[in-house]
Nanobody, 115 residues
């Protein structure tokens, strides 16, 4: 069983920055694709960013150029650096790992961006 724990959410003004973290007790982030999704109130969960086992990254158009996904394999930690935040970035942010088609999720961390 894989457990993912997110942290780093909070309240920030528009234009500000936050860094989200996702940790696990197992050395798996370098083996499987991992990423971030978000869900705003009343909306469906949507893809934000992903990094593959070999370090390739992909971003949703809405965050491209503002968010950066990276990981520290030694710390078993995945990060999402979020800059130039906008009110529309307000959502619960979830860490995801795709282990050969089986998806694991954290419980989420709330990001609120005030205008």
């Amino acid at each position: 069983q894989v457990q993912l724990v997110e942290s780093g959410g909070g309240l920030v003004q528009a234009g500000g920055s936050l860094r989200l973290s996702c940790t696990t007790s197992r050395t798996i982030f370098s083996v499987y694709p991992v990423g971030w999704y978000r869900q705003a109130p009343g909306k469906q969960r949507e893809f934000v960013a992903r990094i593959t086992d070999i370090g390739n990254t992909i971003y949703a158009d809405s965050v491209k150029g503002r968010f950066t996904i990276f990981r520290d394999n030694a710390k078993n930690t995945l990060y999402l650096q979020m800059n130039s935040l906008k009110p529309e970035d307000t959502a619960d942010y979830y860490c995801n790992m795709n282990q050969r088609g089986v998806h694991y999720w954290g419980k989420g961390t709330l990001v609120t961006v005030s205008s």
